[in-house]
């Protein structure tokens, strides 16, 4: 964002992140090949399984359009996490308590991973094992930047500068 002087400074900056859903429907694939290895597919039974082809597909697609309607804007007044069915929730730089990012072998190949905002308190999507909430980036691309873009929002100790 563009300060009125013209030039932009980084506090000034707004990240807005969509999750990668080509992986997720790459997954599904990946899902539904390995099933099908073990379906006894004859010539009497092609028409079932074409209709579970087109199911199981169909429900990849739904899934892959629920998380491609996730929004993660992250500024100066916190992070703001907008998801379909479910209500929009701001997390402040204060409630940050840590950050740590999660990719798997799949997701370093497609640049993206998950990002988790560790809470202090509130309402969170993830429960953590010892108690806790943390709230989650899924799927976002560059997590590593997107981690050094949040963390350079916080203090030494989790509290916002």
Known sequence: MMSPAGSTSESDLMLVLKPVVLKTFIKGVIAIAVFSIFLQISPATIVNYLVFLAISLGLVAGLCFIRSRSTFQIDDGGIHIKRMFHRPNLISYDNIHDLTVSQGMLARRFNCGTVFLILNQGPGSVKIM??????????????????????????????SI
């Not at 909430?133 to 799927?139: G, M, Q, S, T």
């Open 130 to 159: 010892g108690g806790g909430v943390a709230e989650k980036l899924e799927e976002v691309h560059n997590p590593n930047q997107v981690f050094e873009f949040v963390s350079s929002r916080l203090g030494p100790f989790g509290q």
